[in-house]
């Protein structure tokens, strides 16, 4: 009733199974897929690498950044006690120079002034040698005294120094101011004006010349005094390596400001202080 018909697989022809069943395209997708596969895990992997490597390097980099501005803050506060210190002791010794020796060379003038002397030209030329210590002493005493810096402001401080200066009859000072009033605070005051008192005091001793030149400029973003003198020039390395030039690098430090020597052409030296304004 049923006729089967069976065809040989022998009798199938030639390539025909290869045609049916693409092994070779299926094996070359599978090696595909995992090699892409493999590409991105490598890229996320390298790039979790990567991102762990930036933040530890971040916040290393922060890390140093405290510890330098924690480092700052101890070396300006270590700065702003020796400076106070020493602003302690000045204040201290105006004040003994004001009450003690001022007191002393006043007592002598007035036993001087009661001894019997058959010589008068030899008691007035002590009494004078006397009347001027006392002067001398008291202009010491204000320019010691930080009290009277603000008491007269800055401007009248350094025309008051170059008056002194003056006095000597050795070297002549002049000063010049140009500008508006500044906005330095009273701590700031102190601190430029010993600046420029310091430079002053090393021109005078060393400079060796017979004319100093003092210039205070005012701006809204600066206040720059400039110490100019006609003298045979400093040694600016030496110079650099001074107490002096030390004690004015502590206190530029301080103010924020700049702090520069200059040798002219010819002779004489140029020193300029220049703080930012409040």
């Known amino acids: 009733m049923f ?14 199974i290869q045609g049916n069943f693409p092994e070779e395209h299926v094996y070359q997708d599978e090696i595909q897929l995992i090699l892409y596969g493999g590409i991105v895990l490598l890229s996320v992997f390298a790039s979790v690498i990567l991102f762990v490597l930036l933040t530890y390097r971040k916040k290393q980099v922060e ?33 003994e120079i004001h009450d003690n020796v001022s007191h002393r060379l006043t007592l002598a003038a007035i036993h001087i002034n009661t001894l019997e002397c058959t010589d008068e030209e030899l008691r007035n030329t002590t009494s004078e040698l006397i009347d001027k210590a006392l002067h001398d002493l008291r202009d010491l005493s204000k320019s010691l005294s930080g009290n009277y810096i603000l008491e007269k402001g800055i401007e009248l401080a350094l025309e008051r120094e170059a008056e002194l200066i003056s006095a000597s009859k050795k070297i002549r000072c002049d000063f010049s101011c140009t500008g508006e009033h500044h906005g330095l605070n009273d701590q700031q005051e102190i601190l430029l004006f010993r600046c420029a008192q310091e430079a002053l005091n090393n021109a005078v001793k060393h400079s060796e010349g017979n004319q100093l030149a003092i210039r205070m400029e005012q701006t809204r973003e600066h206040i ?20 002096g030039v030390r004690s004015i690098q502590q206190r530029i430090t301080l103010l924020n400001g700049t702090f520069t020597f200059e040798a002219k052409k010819g002779g004489g030296t140029v020193v300029k202080f220049e703080v930012p304004a409040l």
Request: proline letters at 4%; charged letters at 25%.
């Open 3 to 16: 006729a089967w018909h069976i065809t040989p697989l022998l009798d199938t022809p030639p390539g025909s």
């Open 63 to 95: 890390h140093f950044r405290e510890k330098e501005l924690d480092q700052k803050q101890f070396e300006s506060a270590q700065l702003q006690s020796q400076i106070e210190i020493k602003e302690q002791t000045l204040e201290y010794l105006a004040q």
């Open 224 to 243: 720059s005094v400039h110490i100019e003198d006609n003298g045979k020039g400093m040694d600016i390395t030496n110079v650099q390596q001074g107490v």
